[in-house]
């Protein structure tokens, strides 16, 4: 229902109301990643890191070669 608010909030014939959404939608991208993902990601818990650097984290795995 929002989405249809805005789509009528949008002035001009169809290709001119498409052109306005995708311009709208690059502008929210680019305003996410420029600002707001830069400064929330302090906040995030994505580098807290549970595994300790002991021998057990050091896993290899051979690769079996089929003759």
């Known amino acids: ?4 608010a805005i789509w009528r909030a949008l002035p001009g014939p169809l290709v001119v109301r ?3 959404a995708l311009v709208l939608l690059a502008a929210v991208v680019a305003f996410c990643f420029l600002w707001l993902f830069p400064r ?17 984290a050091h896993i290899t ?7």
């Open 1 to 4: 229902m929002l989405y249809a």
């Open 18 to 20: 498409v052109l306005l």
């Open 40 to 56: 929330i990601a302090p906040s995030m818990p994505f580098n807290d890191n549970t595994v300790d650097g002991g021998s057990a």
């Open 61 to 67: 795995v051979s690769k079996v070669v089929a003759a």
